[in-house]
């Protein structure tokens, strides 16, 4: 089955770090497009980042230079080092897949989607 | 950056209507927009990509329009399944979502 399972959500303090990981089976995570979606309590949609299959990685304004997205490929997992943390990064971060072909890659829709997991951040 | 407006932002109706959701973005996107449905506490579902394109395993009463600036999404015969909130996406320079449109029970 195809599914991705994030982990390492929590409470952190403002400043503080957290490293959230996102576990993918049935699917290779390096073949694809990776990428991480969040959603404040109650709001909107927000992407964050996304890790090409070339390696090549870009960021939201508002957490560049903050965080980190990368990818183990001998566990087929996402990571997101997130440092500097503050109350406005509190949301559900969810992991997410852009699917490339076997012939071709570029920025799409994203097919699946982790259930997500909880950062809170606050004092 | 892209912009993505979605109207209405909160939408009544009844079992059986035709439920139309429009996204507007601030600069043409060609037809690299994307719907997606999603409930409470759940991760977002993939509806329509490529505007007009239906994801596998997705029912036809779902359709998607337009291209350039103006996207729709239909919903031809509302089914209880379908109360949720619904995001438009650009994909034409990295990703953006609309703020949502919630389809309530009237």
């Known amino acids: 089955e195809v599914q991705l399972v994030e982990s390492g959500g929590g409470l952190v303090q403002p400043g503080g770090s957290l490293r959230l990981s996102c576990a993918a089976s049935g699917f290779t995570v390096s073949s694809n497009y990776m990428t991480w979606v969040r959603q404040a309590p109650g709001k909107g949609l927000e992407w964050v980042s996304v890790?090409?299959?070339?390696?090549?990685?870009y960021y939201a304004d508002s957490v560049k230079g903050r965080f980190t997205i990368s990818r183990d490929n001998s566990k087929n997992t996402l990571d997101l080092q997130m440092n500097s943390l503050r109350a406005e990064d509190t949301a559900v971060y969810y992991c997410?897949?852009?699917?490339?072909?076997?012939?071709?890659?570029?920025?799409?829709?994203?097919?699946?989607w982790g259930q997500g997991t909880m950062v809170t951040v606050s004092s | 950056d892209i912009q993505m407006t979605q109207s209405p932002s909160t939408l009544s109706a009844s079992v059986g209507d035709r439920v139309t959701i429009t996204c507007r973005a601030s600069q043409s996107i060609s037809s690299w927009l994307a719907w997606y449905q999603q409930k409470p506490g759940k991760a977002p579902k993939l509806l329509i990509y490529k505007a007009s394109s239906l994801e596998s395993g997705v029912p036809s009463r779902f359709s998607g329009s337009g291209s350039g600036t103006e996207f729709t999404l239909i919903i031809s015969s509302l089914q209880p399944d379908d109360f949720a909130t619904y995001y438009c996406?650009?994909?034409?320079?990295?990703?953006?979502f609309g703020q949502g449109t919630k389809v309530e029970i009237k």
């Open positions: 996406q650009q994909y034409n320079s990295y990703w953006t």
């Open positions: 997410a897949r852009d699917p490339c072909s076997s012939t071709s890659c570029y920025p799409g829709a994203f097919d699946i």
């Open positions: 890790i090409y299959r070339g390696g090549n990685t």
